[in-house]
């Protein structure tokens, strides 16, 4: 069950991403649309205690994981990928507080349209966004969805991509890979170059300046997107003027102090990471593979970059390395941690304050790379 929300903070629209698994509020959350007070400020403050796994939270951070941990989910690490599937989600939270607390919402600033185009020995969808404001052509974002290459979905992460297109004034191609483990590495991997590709192609017909192209990922979309740039370099195609990488999966070593400290952190842990691992992937040695590995691949020549890491997070050291990685092969990297915030934050930007300052911070960065 999947609703998208539109919604406003301060002078930028940004869309919440949505995707309710519970089927009893399709009717009640469908197609809400409500105008936005940009200039209330709600004070969220949690129930209880910070929890043992994240002593340095934030109080609206916590209080986030304390509706997600409400509703009474099974661990996605004992489910099958279709049941992980109908799990809430970190935005299912997000939307509970938003309505309780009475944070509007407002119509969005972009049209968005669907396109399904061929891959190798199958297709994927496309969900395009378009500024309703200008005549373009526009800077042109690619965009890749988190979920450990087998959870989640565009609306899922339908605030990020929106949010994109709404602060940057660009068009963005969320682009709706293939997931495991019906699909096995490297499907995600093909999929997402071959919607670059497509992008480069067809820039032109979206109101697009394909001189003008980047790539943002999230958790795993962010190791789909920094292995675009890589593969764009080897087969001597247009190179992205600029790659965003949020949280990215870098390296397959779950013994990080990250991993370690947060072993047991919400709503991403030690535990999860190894199950999607063991379900994109057709033996744990491909755990090895460079695409996998981004810190022991080739980065020489990939374009300038932007890291978002988030401190309560087992992925906190993969940002860090795959950082310190890239500025060793002489690439410019602009890199931000937000204190007391854990995975997922990114898009909660209406009830946490970390997730704004970030949307804000990638949209600044993606303005000067385009210029």
Known sequence: MKNQFKISVGLCTLALMVASCNSNRTNQLKNDTLSADSTKTVDLKPNGPAPEWGKTIKPEMQAVIEKLESYGDRPIETLSATEARKNHSPTDAVMDLMRANQIKMTAAKVDTIG???????????????????????????????????????????????????????????????????????????????????WAIKNASSLKADPAKIAVVGESAGGNLAANVSIMARNKHIMLPVHQVLIYPVAQADMNTQSYLNYAKAKPLNKAMMGWFVEKYLNNMAEAKDPRISLIHADLKGLPPTTIVTAEIDPLNNDGVQLKDKLIEAKVKVDSKNYDGVTHEFYGMATVVPEAKDAQAYVADQLKKAFK
């Open 115 to 197: 396109k399904n185009i061929d891959v190798s020995n199958g297709k994927i969808h496309l969900r395009i966004y378009t500024p309703k404001i200008g005549n373009g052509p526009f800077p042109l974002i690619v965009y890749y969805h988190g979920g450990g290459f087998v959870i989640a979905d565009l609306d899922v992460y339908n605030a990020s991509a929106q949010g994109l297109a709404e602060q940057v004034g660009a068009v963005v191609i969320s682009v709706a890979y293939r997931l495991a483990p019906e699909n096995k590495f490297p499907t995600a991997h093909n999929d997402a170059y071959a919607a670059y590709e």
